[in-house]
């Protein structure tokens, strides 16, 4: 896709506005979707599910591993529950639950976790997950998707529903530019997507660090340095062939995500290219920090997870 857009022109829809819409969706084509929330409906949107379905949604209130327990025996009857509320929440409050009763069992649990990252803004460090991608993927047979706007989020919420399995989906509280409206857009678990081809370096990113990453790519671009941008929507199963191949072709490697860099997509890079490719990988993310109250651009700039942080950052290290 063309780089060189302007992102201001376009609208800004938080990631978790689409899947409260494509549950709602998928409930009017499956009568086996249920929702699960555990008090947040209105925060998670699966409220517009139970306006349209209050017989298949079920609030567990604040009780998020009996959230869990409900969504296993549901999936073990048959029925497709998609179980929602912060990534704080069902990651850390819901972990043993999670790994013992949906993942051991392989059971087909979907789990919308939203508010993740330091995005989440002024509620705070105890609200801002940034560990969830590194508990969820040590899970033997869970998925985990990360998408990058609302199309992004439509398709993966779809994908999630069509795997057969548990899945981890994270969304955002902060409204993201829609620049995935084109025409030859399509979503695939467990393939990255080549936004911008390059031959200098490798930029790895996932979720809201996408767009960030694009404009950076833009900034580097100024500077004589032609970056490669790949999106990793999927960080479980991570797409192991691009990841390598892209390496092998820039021999530097850049990863951005909005979430620890201990267990996130720059470990899951890492891990493949120690073993098929070894390259020198520079990993931004949170650096070993809990976030910290505030507006959540203001945030993201601070810890350097926006366009200008992300150039600075790259351009140190080269």
């Not at 200098?200 to 100024?222: K, N, P, Q, R, W």
């Not at 267990?263 to 891990?271: D, I, N, S």
């Not at 992300?310 to 351009?315: E, L, N």
Request: glycine share 10%.
């Amino acid at each position: 896709m063309p780089v060189s857009r302007n992102f201001d022109e376009l609208p800004r829809i938080a990631t978790r506005e689409g899947y409260g819409s494509t549950l709602v969706e998928l409930g009017k084509e499956d009568k086996n979707v249920v929702a699960l929330d555990a008090d947040l409906a209105a925060a998670t949107k699966t409220c517009m599910f139970a306006k349209e379905f209050p017989d298949r949604h079920i609030n567990c209130g604040i009780a998020e591993a009996n959230m869990a327990g409900i969504a296993a025996g549901l999936a073990a009857s048959g029925k497709i529950p998609f179980m929602s509320t912060f990534a704080m929440f069902v990651s850390g409050r819901a972990y043993e639950q999670i790994r013992s009763s949906i993942g051991y069992p392989g059971l087909n649990v979907k789990i919308g976790a939203t508010h993740a990252g330091i995005s989440v803004g002024e509620d705070g460090a105890t609200h801002q997950c940034n560990e969830d991608i590194a508990l969820m993927r040590s899970i033997p047979g869970m998925a985990v998707i990360n998408p990058s706007d609302n199309i992004e989020a439509i398709a993966a919420v779809r994908a999630a529903y069509a795997y057969k399995g548990p899945v981890y989906m994270r969304f955002g509280r902060l409204a993201v530019p829609v620049f995935n409206d084109r025409e030859d857009y399509q979503f695939e678990l467990g393939k990255g997507i080549v936004l911008r081809e390059g031959k200098d370096l490798t930029i790895f990113a996932t979720g809201l660090c996408v767009v960030e990453s694009i404009y950076a790519a833009e900034m580097l671009a100024a500077d004589g340095i032609d970056a490669e941008l790949i999106n990793i929507h999927t960080i479980k199963p991570l797409d192991d062939a691009l990841v390598a191949a892209s390496a092998a072709k820039t021999g530097r490697v850049f990863t951005v995500e909005e979430h620890s860099v201990i267990g996130g997509l720059g470990a899951a890079v890492c891990e493949t290219l120690s073993e098929k490719c070894p390259t020198r990988v520079t990993r931004i993310g949170m650096n070993d920090v809990f976030g910290e109250s505030g507006p959540a651009l203001e945030l993201l700039h601070k810890y350097g997870l926006d366009a200008e942080g992300i150039y600075k950052k790259i351009k140190a290290a080269l």
